[in-house]
């Protein structure tokens, strides 16, 4: 028996179709072989393939919202790819995908960061949905390394705190230095004051 499960967003919604496989004894509520999905963005075209397809569109942009979330701006793909997602030039983010068949043209589709949100948020639902017993082959999250870090300027905001900590405590220790030195010249200005004041008298 087909089993359809959707998963909607403000701006996005993905739906599944497929069966359990009776072989291994699944309950007739899963889905364990992928027969057709279907992904609408609002503006853009309804786009559907195989789980390859679909697979290949997941990790790609769950892994450009990781960079992104991490303050990088990273193409994730490369020319031939059923998927690549880049920042786009002027605004928003660019996904381009590629047909298998042949003499179909590329989709270039532009999509802001509430799209891209609700977007991660429909593959997060499907992967972590117990009824859908597929493996997508999502590669472990890994920390980012250190070009990484570099090229986006993280290693710049993550030690600014610390320097301006640094810096805020040798002025006020500097402060704090210099006002002995300011009450003795105080001090001696009385001094001179009273001289003075002496002297007329």
Known sequence: MKQN???????ARLELEGIADASLGLSIDTISILLLWRLKLIGGPELEGKKEHLQCFMNSVLQYSRYRLSGIKK???????????????????????TSTKEGVSPVEIVIDDAELTDLTR?????????????NWDIPKEKGLNA??????K???RFFSAPIVAVISLVISSTSFLLIP??????????NVKSGTN???K
């Open 198 to 200: 002496y002297i007329k």
């Open 181 to 190: 030195e300011l009450q003795h010249q105080n001090s001696q200005y009385e």
């Open 75 to 97: 193409k994730i793909g490369k020319q031939g790819d059923f998927v690549t997602i880049s920042p786009n030039n002027s605004s928003g983010h660019l996904l381009v995908l």
């Open 147 to 152: 070009s990484e870090l570099i090229s986006s």
């Open 5 to 11: 499960y959707r998963y909607d967003q403000a701006s």
């Open 122 to 134: 429909c593959f997060d639902q499907l992967r972590t949905d117990s009824r859908v017993l597929i």
């Open 154 to 156: 993280l290693l710049l």
